[in-house]
Structures are given as C-alpha cells and as structure tokens.
Nanobody
Framework: QVQLVESGGGSVQPGGSLRLSCAASGFIFRLSTMKWYRQAPGKQRDLVATITSGGSTSYADSVKGRFTISRENAKNAVNLQMNSLKPVDTAVYSC????????WGKGTLVTVSS
C-alpha cells in the first residue's frame, strides 16, 4: 500500500532554515509527480511545491525563491529545503502523490516564531 512519511519539522526563528523529507513506498516513485502541501491553523490546505518525474518544479508565489523541492529516486524520497522562513510559514507540511487515488502523509509541524 502507498505510504508517505514526513520528517524534519520543528521550531525555528524567523530567517532560519529547515529541510523536510518524505519517504515514499508502495508505488513506482520514479514515475510519479510529488507535491508538498501545508495547512496553517484554521486555514485550508495549500499547495506549496511540485516536482514531476522528470524533475520539473513549480512553487506557490509565497515561497518562490525561498523553498526548493528535490527528489532522490534512489531513496524514494522527496525533500523540501526551506530558507528565510517567516512566521506565516508556520503550518503542518504534508507530502502528496496521486497514484490511482490521492495519498497523504500524516505531516510534520513547522513552527516559525521568535
């Protein structure tokens, strides 16, 4: 079965950095588009970044130039490098894949606060 497990969240001061990772299993990772979403308290879940099987990337305007999505096909992992973090980036970050259905990990909490 499809499994997605996120890690790397935590608390950081404004301007700091974090690197999130998502370990994937149960599907052909190298052929799949992977996405990172986030959901801030009391808000809807928003798409943050996408990486296709070919390595093409796209980002929400709010994170362009600060976040970088990457994939490691040999490890079945997708990463999200987050730099210059702001308090508005505080959210639960989840990875996502659509393979015959939509699948989500449980998420990892990122808190940006001074």
């Amino acid at each position: 079965q499809v499994q997605l497990v996120e890690s790397g969240g935590g608390s950081v001061q404004p301007g700091g950095s974090l690197r999130l990772s998502c370990a994937a299993s149960g599907f052909i990772f190298r052929l799949s588009t992977m996405k990172w979403y986030r959901q801030a308290p009391g808000k809807q879940r928003d798409l943050v970044a996408t990486i296709t099987s070919g390595g093409s990337t796209s980002y929400a305007d709010s994170v362009k130039g600060r976040f970088t999505i990457s994939r490691e096909n040999a490890k079945n992992a997708v990463n999200l490098q987050m730099n210059s973090l702001k308090p508005v980036d505080t959210a639960v970050y989840s990875c996502n894949v659509a393979v015959g259905g939509m699948y989500w990990g449980k998420g990892t909490l990122v808190t940006v606060s001074s």
